[in-house]
């Protein structure tokens, strides 16, 4: 089953290549949306794909790459809508 992931990552998750690795782990699973840097310092993402892919990704957030400390992941689920066919940064 599809679906689609809301998450706000808080923590220390800028500045440290949070959004790349994302990218790369977003590319790598075959989940599909965006991630950009928020103004208070947190991180946000739009997750689509494969429920299973989609936690993955989740889960991933949960730790970041390694210069990232990760304090605290907001997940909003919602019904998949099919609205991306590739994952990106946005700005």
Same mark, same amino acid.
């Given at each position: 089953m599809k679906i689609r992931a809301i998450v706000t990552i808080k &923590?220390? +998750?800028q500045g440290v290549a949070f959004?790349?690795?994302t990218v790369q782990?977003?590319?790598r699973l075959g989940v599909s &949306?965006? +991630?950009?840097?928020l103004a208070g310092g947190d991180v946000q993402g739009c997750f689509?794909?494969?429920?299973e892919a989609v936690d993955a990704l989740v889960a991933w957030c949960h730790h970041g790459p390694s210069r990232a400390r990760v304090d605290?992941?907001?997940l909003e689920r919602?019904?998949?809508r099919g609205e991306f066919d590739d994952f990106d940064v946005r700005y």
């Open positions: &923590g220390l +998750v959004r790349h690795h782990q977003a590319q &949306g965006w +991630v950009k840097n689509e794909g494969e429920e605290r992941v907001i919602e019904h998949y």
